[in-house]
């Protein structure tokens, strides 16, 4: 996968947060900007080089430890 691809994944899925998710989320990586800051988490993930196009890991065990399971929804 190519880090277009997987930018438009977390495109698609950050759009399925509620705002309860989002909040849940920011807390979960102690993170605290407005919700509208979530893209920017999603990007600092890949600034920090938790996430990227070959292990996006960190980000699938953070939606489970939410327990947002998203995809389907």
């Known amino acids: 996968m190519d ?3 997987l930018r438009a994944i977390i495109l698609e899925l950050q759009d399925r947060l509620s705002n309860d ?3 849940r989320l920011h807390f979960y990586l102690d ?3 407005p ?3 979530t893209l920017s988490l999603m ?3 890949f600034d920090q080089d938790k996430v990227n196009e070959k292990d996006f890991t960190f980000l699938i065990n953070a939606f489970d430890e939410i327990g947002w399971g998203g995809v389907g929804e």
Do not use: E, F, T, Y
């Open 43 to 45: 990007d600092s993930l």
């Open 31 to 33: 993170n605290d900007p």
């Open 21 to 23: 998710d989002r909040k």
């Open 3 to 5: 880090n277009h691809h």
């Open 35 to 37: 919700l509208s800051g």
